[in-house]
Nanobody, 128 residues
């Protein structure tokens, strides 16, 4: 397991940008695939993006492609989600997660149960 702490959420106007950070503890950061989920009120937790242990593979859900970028910094043991051109429908609590994925199956069907460690979440609110 790895401990994860998100930060960087806040209130932003539509069209603006935020960068979320997820700080991971320990020396095992480089062995984990990392993901971001989001959950809006009354909705299920949605798989947004992922990056594999080496940083060589990424996934984005269709609704954020071209707007969001996931990256990781091994020296800082931190994963980022840069969010540009934010829309009100991006409003949600964003959660960082760590796990070991089967990458041939990564996609819209990827579930929360595919990740074993979670951060506490950070609120992103996009006003119109």
């Amino acid at each position: 397991q790895v401990q994860l702490v998100e930060s960087g959420g806040g209130l932003v106007q539509a069209g603006g940008s935020l960068r979320l950070s997820c700080a991971a503890s320990g020396r095992t950061f480089s062995t984990y695939d990392m993901g971001w989920f989001r959950q809006a009120p009354g909705k299920e937790r949605e798989f947004v993006a992922a990056i594999n242990w080496s940083g060589g593979s990424t996934y984005y859900t269709d609704s954020v492609k071209g707007r969001f970028t996931i990256s990781r910094d091994y020296a800082k043991t931190t994963v980022y989600l840069r969010m540009n051109s934010l829309k009100p429908e991006d409003t949600a609590i964003y959660y960082c997660a760590a796990g070991r994925l089967i990458w041939r199956t990564v996609g819209a069907g990827t579930k929360t149960s595919d990740f074993g460690s979670w951060g506490q979440g950070t609120q992103v609110t996009v006003s119109s």
